[in-house]
């Protein structure tokens, strides 16, 4: 029997994660939970850490990780969150953030009627360095000279590899997105290895976009797109982009990835959202969205897309939270989720 961990994190991550678990056990799959609910901001303002080297291991040696969010606007100025987020993503060397967009029903799109037809897509985007690496420093601080930088890290085998996983998951096309015209050492780097990529993978067409391009052609042709590969602050911005044209964060399902190693880290896109924390309206389908992934990735294909398709439905019957037009409780969309898989 293999195991799930679950961090189900402050916020809206546990009264999301909670319905989540729910759908994971109505799917009666041969699976059983490690719940550390101990790591949230509670135990850091308590202690001052909030993931210890045993919960680390715990996490490592599951099958899969389920997270809700991890966030505290009490702790803002503190490294709590890279803390917790960071670690899991570099210890598992969880270096592909595969970020699905599929529009359940076109009245959840902001765009006009032409554009948003069958919006289906994923972003993949690098999740180990470029921007986020936390190279960097400052000089004279304080002062009228100060300076501050960050450095736009890109490695060979990370740029590779990202690329190749891109391809993996393609189904019909990988276009890549980069700012090669302007960030020229990293920029020429990402097209070396493109070509590379392209060539150990013949049998899919590929198409470059620079990243301005990108945003736009998102908005005005979403439905052009299959996989978008890209860095990791291009891949943050856009994934938000295309969660927005697809009716927001309450839908946005997330995993984090090592093809290598199997390890792998499910979470909705969506933070702890403290404004919505504890009114009971908090959206649940992008927690359960990240468990229909999360069972896809242990091989059950069927299990994720009955899922799906229940979400679809309940969309479709508009029963919902307020974020997509609805009026139910976060408890009362899962269920209606849970009855359209009955
Ligand atoms: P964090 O620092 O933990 O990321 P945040 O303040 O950035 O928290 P997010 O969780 O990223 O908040 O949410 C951004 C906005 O989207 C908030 O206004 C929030 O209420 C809304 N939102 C996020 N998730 C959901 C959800 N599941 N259902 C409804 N609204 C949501
Ligand atoms: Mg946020």
């Not at 529009?103 to 554009?115: C, E, F, N």
């Not at 302007?182 to 020429?188: D, F, I, K, Q």
Request: hydrophobic share 45%; net charge negative; glycine share 8%.
């Amino acid at each position: 029997m293999r195991t799930i961990s679950v961090v189900p994190g402050d916020g809206i991550g546990p009264e999301v994660i909670e319905p989540a678990l729910e759908m994971l056990a109505f799917l009666g799959l041969d699976v059983k939970l490690d719940v550390l609910d101990h790591v949230n901001a509670e135990t850091w303002l308590r202690t001052g850490r909030a993931l210890a080297a045993a919960d680390l291991d715990r996490i490592r040696g599951s099958a899969a990780t389920l997270l809700g969010a991890v966030g505290d606007p009490r702790l803002s100025d503190t490294p709590y969150v890279r803390e917790v987020l960071t670690t899991l993503r570099v210890e598992l060397d969880l270096y592909a953030n595969y970020r699905p967009v599929r529009l359940w029903h076109d009245k959840l799109s902001p765009l006009r009627d032409k554009a948003k037809r069958g919006i289906d897509c994923v972003i993949v985007r690098e999740n180990t360095e470029g921007l986020y690496s936390g190279v960097g420093g400052n000089l004279s601080a304080g002062s009228l000279q100060e300076i501050a930088f960050d450095l736009d890290v890109s490695s060979y085998r990370g740029v590779s590899r990202i690329l190749d996983f891109a391809f993996s998951v393609a189904r019909t096309s990988v276009c890549i997105v980069d700012k090669a015209n302007a960030v020229r050492h990293g920029g020429t780097l990402w097209q070396r290895c493109w070509r590379e990529a392209v060539e150990r993978h013949p049998d899919i067409d590929t198409t470059h976009l620079y990243v301005d391009t990108a945003a736009m052609k998102l908005v005005t042709d979403p439905t052009a797109f299959d996989v978008i590969v890209t860095n990791n602050s291009n891949g943050d911005i856009l994934s938000d982009l295309t969660a927005g044209l697809a009716g927001g964060l309450g839908v946005a399902a997330s995993a984090n990835l090592n093809a290598a190693t199997g390890q792998g880290l499910f979470e909705p896109v969506h933070g702890s959202a403290p404004d919505i924390a504890g009114t009971g309206v908090a959206n649940p389908l992008a927690a359960i969205l990240s468990v229909a992934l999360l069972v896809e990735h242990l091989g059950h294909t069927r299990e994720a897309d009955a899922v799906r398709a229940a979400v679809a439905a309940a969309v479709e019957h508009d029963r919902v939270t307020p974020d997509l037009g609805g009026s139910l409780s976060t408890r009362q969309a899962a269920a209606a989720v849970l009855a359209e898989l009955r």
